[in-house]
């Protein structure tokens, strides 16, 4: 058996096996590459027999979203590695290389991310990861080379190996024992920030995040939900409530959640000024549903969750107001 799984979960993307998958098998040679598929309608078993007769295909029973799909999947894969990548990347010769390379000489790390650069102007990072993941103390994710919706040219400056706090789920290895041990994604999420929680939890049991930049994937984006969609706005506000009450430090969970649900009704205020109504009916549907799974979420909370966690202040403040627009301006 071969030490890594490349495992792809799809749902009526056969349009996007087409293009993208051809990169991952030519270029994934050190593993096995596989698709978990998400029950789809479209003809995306057809293409993955005909077109890709060595790639493993892993047939759910329905859709389970992106959370409970893989968790479903994976359960079938031994490798010792996983990495889960999303069906609209471009993969690179010898991406593989240096992240294997990092987990055999570091066995405390348990989650990797390369350089996500975008498919549609590759000298630019990606919005979904770009240079490594970070939180702020509202539970606000940005990433090096992306701060809101400001996305860095790449011309080198994070080419380097570094600790960070949370790897993109558009490409995200994980060794399968620690995805066991934390029993996977968390299913309620369904879609968007799982990651980030599941990479909250793994920071929470001692385990190190690390980017490594010597290993590039392209990432077209936007092909589940564009950033316009209103189901995305709702995922990505409710699901950033469950992380927070999941795995916040206790003394600062009840203030730091007060505070994140204001500026909750300060973004529904801007969405009003800008004409975006569906977009604050998301937020209320968000908080509604936030509430509905209060209980449950709190009860998920791990005894091991840590009095800190990577950032005491707010990137909106830094952004906004300090005009704190790209990573290096304040880290």
């Excluded at 030490?3 to 991952?24: C, D, H, M, R, Y």
């Excluded at 990347?89 to 405390?108: D, M, Y």
């Excluded at 909750?264 to 908080?287: P, R, S, W, Y």
Aim: hydrophobic share 40%; glycine share 6%.
């Amino acid at each position: 058996m071969k030490k890594i799984a490349i495992v792809i979960l799809n749902w009526n993307g056969a349009k996007l096996l087409k293009e993208f998958l051809p990169s991952v098998v030519k270029y994934s040679q050190e593993g096995t590459v596989y698709v978990i598929d998400n029950a789809s309608t479209d003809d995306s078993i057809l293409v993955l027999k005909e077109d890709f007769p060595s790639v493993q295909i892993i047939q759910n029973k329905e859709n389970f979203g992106f959370a409970q799909g893989y968790n479903e999947g994976l359960q079938n894969i031994e490798e010792e590695i996983y990495c889960l990548v999303n069906s609209d990347i471009e993969v690179t010769e010898n991406w593989l290389t240096p992240i294997l390379s990092h987990f055999e000489q570091h066995p405390n790390t348990a989650i990797v991310q390369p350089k996500i650069l975008d498919y549609k102007k590759k000298t630019h990072f990606e919005y979904a990861g770009a240079g490594g993941g970070f939180i702020d103390k509202f539970g606000y994710p940005y990433c090096r080379g992306r701060i809101f919706d400001t996305i860095e040219e790449d011309k080198g400056q994070y080419n380097d190996t570094r600790k960070i706090f949370w790897a993109s789920g558009a490409c995200f290895f994980i060794r399968k024992n620690v995805f066991r041990e934390l029993k996977g994604f968390d299913a309620d999420f369904f879609a968007h920030q799982e990651e980030i929680d599941l990479c909250w939890r793994s920071f929470n049991r001692s385990y190190d995040t690390f980017y490594c930049g010597q290993s590039t994937v392209y990432h077209l984006g936007g092909g589940t939900l564009s950033n316009s969609n209103p189901r995305k706005t709702f995922l990505n506000f409710r699901n950033s409530l469950l992380m927070l009450t999941k795995n916040l430090p206790t003394q600062s969970l009840l203030f730091i959640l007060f505070e994140r649900l204001i500026l909750d009704g300060i973004a529904g205020i801007q969405f009003l000024t800008t004409g975006k109504h569906k977009h604050i009916l998301a937020i209320i549907k968000a908080h509604i549903s936030f509430y509905a799974l209060l209980i449950k979420t709190i009860r998920k909370r791990d005894a091991k969750v840590k009095n800190t966690y990577y950032q005491t202040t707010s990137i909106v403040y830094s952004y906004f107001v300090k005009k704190c627009t790209i990573f290096a301006d304040k880290f």
